[in-house]
């Protein structure tokens, strides 16, 4: 799979999930998805909400995500799965 149809499909799985109701409840809203291109891929994931993330969030998208990722079987290879808040400094 190209890397960038990668990305596109690994960000519709991380959409259907914001979809759920559990992330609705926590107000959680998708902001970036970057996929590297190395034989050992970083699957960066950036969440937020107003107020902004705190480490519950982004463990419990993590743990979620970690599992549908891992259920497509879209990476064969090892990969590495970062979460995070796009930080206070970013521009909407």
């Known amino acids: 799979m190209r890397s960038e149809q990668l ?6 799985i991380a959409e259907k999930l ?3 109701e559990d992330m609705q ?3 959680l ?6 996929v590297s291109n190395s034989s ?5 994931v950036y969440i937020d909400k ?6 519950s969030d982004i463990e419990y998208f993590h743990r979620e995500f970690e599992i549908l990722l891992d ?16 930080g ?3 521009k909407r």
């Open 40 to 44: 050992r891929p970083v699957v960066r």
């Open 71 to 86: 259920a497509e079987d879209l990476i064969k290879s090892k990969y590495t799965l970062e979460v995070s808040s796009p």
């Open 50 to 55: 107003d107020g902004g993330v705190n480490i």
């Open 88 to 90: 206070v400094d970013k």
């Open 18 to 20: 914001m979809a759920r």
């Open 29 to 34: 809203r998708l902001d970036e998805v970057f």
């Open 7 to 12: 990305k596109e499909t690994i960000k519709e």
């Open 25 to 27: 409840k926590r107000s």
